[in-house]
């Protein structure tokens, strides 16, 4: 994640998938805090088909 683009379409993605979801994208950071429904796994194959590879760094569940 390198813009402001790039978080936007991070946060589309995800509310698309769980419209509750609360995402804190930072292009500066180049990290994702995510409060969501979705588990771990669906989480990271969805940053992947977006184009936006990533790794969990800390995780709830």
Do not use: F, W, Y
């Amino acid at each position: 994640m390198t813009c402001g683009g790039c978080a936007g379409a991070i946060r589309r993605a995800v509310t698309a998938v769980d419209p509750e979801a609360v995402v804190d994208a930072s292009a500066s950071t180049r990290r994702v805090q995510l409060t969501t429904k979705l588990s771990k796994n669906e989480v990271l194959t969805l940053l992947e088909r977006i184009g936006h590879p990533a790794e969990v760094l800390q995780a709830s569940r």
